[in-house]
Antibody, heavy 118, light 107 residues
Framework: EVQLVESGGGLVQPGGSLRLSCVAS????????MNWVRQAPGKGLEWISF????????FYANSVKGRFTISRDNAKNSLYLQMNSLRDEDTAVYYC???????????WGQGTLVTVSS | DIQMTQSPSSLSASVGDRVTITCRAS??????LAWYQQKPGKVPELLIY???TLQSGVPSRFSGSGSGTDFTLTISSLQPEDVATYYC?????????FGPGTKVGIK
């Protein structure tokens, strides 16, 4: 069974940093591109970052470019999101999502809540 | 960047009704369009990819069509368990933008 389990969320002050993790199981993690998607409270879905299997290609949404860094460790079946210079508007549930070969997202984690507030 | 719009933003229909949701891309995206269902308090789930291909396990009452800039998601006979918000997403390239969502309820 495919599982994605995020962790690392919490309360952080504006300007602070947080590192999210997503541990994968039930499939060959190293064979799949991965994504981070977030959802602000009561709002829609926002794609924020993508990374290929070999980390050679990485993309970010304009809203997080220069502040967030996506990475992965295939040996640990893990995906990461380093979030720096956090703002109030970064408050959201953050999901990791597997990129189905072809580009849509076929499996999602349960999400981890990040709250940016003073 | 390509923008995604959806209409309507919300709808309410009776059980058994046929429901259609429209998604429009500001530029052509061929068939690189997915639909997701997010039930209240739950994680999004992939319904359809490549504009019209049903993800494994998704009931056949769901269908998708379209290409280029205009796409539709149809529920042929609305069921109580279909109460959810539906999102389209373009994935031909980055950014993999989602539409704003359509909230579907039961009358």
């Amino acid at each position: 069974e495919v599982q994605l389990v995020e962790s690392g969320g919490g309360l952080v002050q504006p300007g602070g940093s947080l590192r999210l993790s997503c541990v994968a199981s039930g499939f060959t993690f190293s064979s799949y591109d991965m994504n981070w998607v977030r959802q602000a409270p009561g709002k829609g879905l926002e794609w924020i970052s993508f990374i290929t299997t070999n980390t050679r290609t990485i993309f970010y949404a304009n809203s997080v470019k220069g502040r967030f860094t996506i990475s992965r460790d295939n040996a640990k079946n893990s995906l990461y999101l380093q979030m720096n210079s956090l703002r109030d508007e970064d408050t959201a549930v953050y999901y990791c999502a597997r990129d189905r070969r072809g580009g849509s997202f076929d499996f999602w984690g349960q999400g981890t809540l990040v709250t940016v507030s003073s | 960047d390509i923008q995604m719009t959806q209409s309507p933003s919300s709808l309410s229909a009776s059980v058994g009704d046929r429901v259609t949701i429209t998604c429009r891309a500001s530029q052509g995206i061929s068939n690189y369009l997915a639909w997701y269902q997010q039930k209240p308090g739950k994680v999004p789930e992939l319904l359809i990819y490549a504009a019209s291909t049903l993800q494994s396990g998704v009931p056949s009452r769901f269908s998708g069509s379209g290409s280029g800039t205009d796409f539709t998601l149809t529920i042929s006979s609305l069921q109580p368990e279909d109460v959810a918000t539906y999102y389209c997403q373009k994935y031909n390239n980055a950014p993999k933008t989602f539409g704003p969502g359509t909230k579907v309820g039961i009358k």
